[in-house]
Structure formats: structure tokens, C-alpha cells
């Protein structure tokens, strides 16, 4: 049960309300009508997608969880240290299950200081584990921000002292070029102290990325299924879920898992909402995710693209997944103070 006095103290910011509707049509229209179909998998995570995704995360094959939460119980205390104030900023958020690893050690002598800001595109998840952390730490502050970490960073509060986290090695959803937009972005809000916290799923052996995607009680084929149950309520759509058959493999060539949903007959779907037929053929696919894995040295070089530099590198004993603590290079922080000063002398000239 939750106190009203905590429930009190939870303030949630919602940035998707008057946007989500575009844009998931926006997105649906040109994914559905692109060559190689795709749906984006950020619209897998209603509230129960998002449920079923927590299921997973438990399971014993999929072993990101559990892997990245072991290298968190080793490194918190060193990640923590230095951070006596200031937001630890989680996009992505989802339930508490690693964040309260950090937690746990500012507890012991500064959690006052700090305040835990929670991005998620769930608003019903994201309520629900704030009004866990402030119930289990009766002083932390937290605010809940209702976005789309992509296109709402302007909404997150940037004013104080910050450590970015983005666990799960959610990175890999985006292509290579979108993971640098993505990382150049946060560079952007980043001060010359603050830090970024970023999960790294790593390349190992085929048979072990493959079984972590086709898990045996079917949890992620109803996880994957379950996008086209949000596209037939938004927009008014008549998928059949048994008419897709979940398939999950691992590209070599490109090292990284893709998701799809492959057509077990020819189907015609209506969107009501986008007035659009779309003929899928016996066995053409819907791709709905991909999960790059990272090799060290496409780590360094996708982070170096973006301006940031690999402050500590944590790993576990067999090397299948990375912690990596980042933050911004010396060349960016020289870039950025020399557009300021440019900046202030034109500044000058106006007033002159």
C-alpha cells in the first residue's frame, strides 16, 4: 500500500499527451509503407507491453537484466561516490529494479541531496515505480517525466548537477547513425561534470543471443505481437495476431538482433485512422526491432563520433555486457568554449 503522504510527493510531467497521436500515425504511415515494413519499437510499451517486458527482463535466458544488474551491485559505490548532489536522470526508466542499486548506496549518507528525474514513454509504469522508491526512501525527491527521450531532452530539467543513465543497452535499438544523433544530443546538456551512464549489450555467441530473443514460454512473441494491438487500438487497424508468427535472429553482418512479425498468409489490414490498406504477402516480414551488440573498439568509435570520451569501462568477468561512464571529450568542451566566446564578441559588436 502507498501513503497519500508519499503519492504527495510525486510530481509527473506529461509530454506526450498532445504529440503521440501524430506521431505514431506518422510513424505507422511511412513504416508500414516502406519496402522492408517496420513499425518503430518504442510503440511496444503501453501498460501492457511494458508488464510483459518486465516479465522478460526475470527470465533466465535473457540474460541483460540480471548480467548488467551484477556489474551495478560491484560498480555502484565507485559510480555514486562523487555525486554528492544533483539529478540522476534515468530515460527509459521502466521498473526500479537497477536504478534502486544506486539508490541504495546514496542512501547510506546524501540521498536528500539528489533527486531521481524518470523518463518513460509509459505514463502507468512510470507512476507506479515512483510511488515505490519514495515509500522504500522516505527522503528522495523524484519527478516523472511522460516523454519521448529522442524529441523531449528540452523538457528535462538541466539546472543542476547530472548523471545520465540509460541501462539495458536500449543504445543498440537505434541504427549507427541514430545512436550518434542520440549521444551528440546528451553531450549537448552535459556540463563538463556531469556524467553518462550508458549500457552495452556486447557481441558473443550466436546460440546465446538468439535463445535470450525466442525465450521458451513465448514471452517475447507476445511482447512483440502485442505493437500491432497498439496500432489496431490508436488508429483504428484490424491486425489479427495469429495471422504473425514471431521470429527473432541474429544478423552477422551486421551484428545485431532483429525482431520481426512474419505473415503466416497473405492479409490485407485496414487503418482506419490513416485510410490505408496495407497487402502483406505469405512470409513478408514487419521488422519491429533491432538490438545492435557492441564490440569494444565500435563503442569507443560511436562515443568519440558524438563528443564524448570513456571516463570508466565496467564489465562483467565473461565481457557479455558493459557499463561504461562517459563524459564529455576535451576537443567538444574546447568547440563549445570557443562558440561562446565568438558568440560574446559578436554580442559586443551589436551593442557597440
Not at 227 to 240: C, P, W, Y
Not at 242 to 251: G, I, R, T
Not at 322 to 333: D, I, M, P, Q
Amino acid at each position: 500500500m502507498y501513503s497519500a503522504s508519499s503519492i504527495d510527493r510525486i510530481e509527473v510531467k506529461n509530454c506526450m499527451s498532445d504529440t503521440y497521436s501524430n506521431d505514431l500515425k506518422n510513424d505507422v504511415l511511412k513504416g508500414l509503407t516502406a519496402t522492408q515494413k517496420y513499425i518503430p519499437s518504442k510503440y511496444f510499451y503501453d501498460t501492457y507491453g511494458s508488464r510483459l517486458f518486465e516479465e522478460i527482463s526475470l527470465l533466465p535466458e535473457y540474460y541483460v537484466t540480471h548480467t548488467e544488474l551484477s556489474i551495478l551491485q560491484d560498480t555502484a559505490s565507485a559510480i555514486i561516490e562523487n555525486f554528492p548532489e544533483g539529478d540522476l536522470i534515468e530515460l527509459g526508466s521502466g521498473a526500479n529494479v537497477k536504478i534502486k542499486t544506486l539508490l541504495d548506496i546514496a542512501y547510506k549518507s546524501y540521498l536528500a541531496d539528489i533527486r531521481y528525474v524518470s523518463v518513460d514513454v509509459s505514463e502507468a509504469l512510470l507512476v507506479k515505480a515512483l510511488k515505490e522508491l519514495v515509500t522504500i526512501y522516505p527522503d528522495l525527491r523524484v519527478l516523472g517525466i511522460v516523454a519521448d527521450f529522442t524529441k523531449h531532452m528540452k523538457e528535462i530539467p538541466l539546472d543542476r548537477n547530472k548523471v545520465f543513465i540509460f541501462f539495458g543497452s536500449t543504445i543498440g535499438n537505434f541504427t549507427e547513425k541514430e545512436s550518434i544523433v542520440f549521444l551528440k544530443n546528451i553531450a549537448r546538456f552535459m556540463g563538463p561534470n556531469d556524467r553518462f551512464l550508458l549500457g552495452l549489450d556486447m557481441v558473443k555467441p550466436k546460440e546465446i543471443l538468439e535463445l535470450a530473443y525466442n525465450d521458451p514460454p513465448g514471452i517475447t512473441s507476445k511482447f512483440n505481437k502485442n505493437i500491432l494491438s497498439v496500432v489496431n487500438r490508436e488508429l483504428d487497424a484490424n491486425f489479427h495476431r495469429d495471422h504473425f508468427d514471431h521470429v527473432a535472429f541474429f544478423n552477422g553482418g551486421k551484428n545485431q538482433i532483429e525482431m520481426h512479425l512474419r505473415a503466416n498468409r497473405t492479409v490485407s489490414v485496414k487503418i482506419k485512422k490513416l485510410d490505408l490498406t496495407v497487402e502483406i504477402e505469405k512470409d513478408e516480414t514487419i521488422r519491429t526491432e533491432i538490438s545492435r551488440k557492441f564490440r569494444r573498439e565500435s563503442a569507443e568509435k560511436m562515443v568519440d563520433e558524438a563528443g564524448l570520451r570513456i571516463n570508466r569501462w565496467f564489465s562483467d568477468p565473461q565481457g557479455w555486457f558493459s557499463l561504461v561512464e562517459l563524459k564529455k571529450s576535451t576537443s567538444y568542451l574546447w568547440k563549445e568554449h570557443l562558440r561562446t566566446q565568438i558568440a560574446q564578441r559578436k554580442a559586443k559588436r551589436v551593442k557597440g
